[in-house]
């Protein structure tokens, strides 16, 4: 005889969802081969409810980044990793199955979290680089995450876990997240995007001028709440002192992230609050002071900026291919380098700069 299953972890989670959707039977996919054992889907599975509020929509909701069975990890206040997703799609009043891409997508986000250790919080965003629905003819090419507003936080026998809920965003959404913060414009737009539902269709919030307003006056009230940014193209060459020539130290960054960074460097420097670039190698962080200069230890490179070399900084950090110094940074050129952006087979599908 084989012991009964513990899966008080998966219990508490359908017994969240009992109290919204009752005795509805969702439509649940589950994993064949564990990730442990070499299968290719990280989460255990994914429930999709028909929700009818405030429009007809698919409530998809995870099962994996907790711990669903047996307490395995050492923090006793949180299950796994602390939370399990939600994403609300739009659906068509006759559609019967949940489309695949978005099952894709959650998964695409698990193997994220397990891959690389980063969790999903309230308030964070991602960049897709493309339609989160590849090939879809969408604006939507970001995601933000906040906390899905039917369930609340709950207490399992494994700890503590929260509903957090993707919201697919444009492109546009995504930099007003990045210079004021993701909550902040979810708010602002809420009216048109009830419940945070996702419709592949829907054009920016920004285009609506009381929201556009209101994220121009949050970031110039508020500044940046992004103190972290992780930069895919960061680097840092030393300069050379010769006989005949000089040559400066040198920052290079991505065309595809250099407009951003001069945002931010206005939205968090002259509010007196640092910013932090993370790359691959090595980190980069700028801080606000009266006196520019820089200061190199191993992998760690602190620029200090005063109010003007922020503005050089922030006439130049376009989204060009081109090299220039900062006069208030004597010493320093900055390097903005061509961004390709590749598919999932890794062809080039855009080259920005």
């Known amino acids: 005889m084989s012991e009964e299953v513990n899966a008080s972890g998966w219990e508490a989670i359908d017994q969240e969802l009992l109290k919204v959707y009752g005795d509805q039977e969702p439509k649940h996919y589950g994993t064949v081969i564990p990730y442990l054992l070499g299968g290719e889907d990280p989460l255990e599975g994914i429930s999709a409810y028909k929700s009818e509020t405030p429009f007809p929509h698919w409530h998809f909701v995870t099962y994996g980044f907790s711990e669903l069975y047996e307490k395995e990890s050492e923090d006793a ?121 996702t419709d ?44 005949f020539s000089k040559h400066p130290n040198k920052l290079t960054l991505g065309a595809k992230q250099a407009g951003i960074i001069g945002k931010l460097l206005r939205g968090r420097i002259l509010k007196g609050k640092r910013l932090t670039l993370v790359g691959r190698e090595i980190r980069v962080v700028f801080e606000p002071g009266e006196k520019c200069g820089y200061s190199v230890e191993e992998a760690d490179i602190t620029i200090t900026l005063n109010d003007k070399a922020v503005m050089e900084l922030n006439q130049n950090l376009m989204p060009q291919e081109q090299e220039f110094e900062v006069p208030s940074l004597p010493g320093l050129s900055i390097q903005i380098a061509k961004t390709y952006i590749k598919d999932q087979q890794g062809n080039v599908v855009e080259t920005i700069g």
């Open 200 to 243: 592949l269709s829907r054009a920016s919030l920004l285009q609506i001028p009381s929201i556009a307003e209101a994220v121009e006056k949050g970031m110039a009230e508020e500044g940046s709440n992004t103190g972290y940014l992780f930069v895919d193209q960061l680097a840092w060459e030393q300069g050379k002192k010769g006989l």
């Open 77 to 197: 206040e949180y299950s796994g990793y602390g939370f399990e997703l939600t994403f609300r799609l739009a659906r068509n009043e006759d559609e019967e199955e949940p489309p695949a891409w978005a099952l894709n997508l959650l998964q695409n986000m698990g193997r994220y979290v397990f891959d690389s250790g980063n969790v999903f919080k309230s308030g964070d965003y991602l960049d897709a680089n493309g339609p989160i629905c590849q090939g879809a003819d969408t604006l939507l090419t970001a995601l933000a995450f906040t906390i899905d507003p039917e369930l609340p936080a709950i207490d399992t026998p494994n700890g503590q876990l929260e509903f957090i809920q993707m919201v697919g965003i444009t492109g546009d959404e995504l930099e007003a997240m990045q210079t004021w913060n993701t909550i902040g414009v979810l708010n602002a737009g809420l009216e048109y995007i009830p419940s945070y539902v």
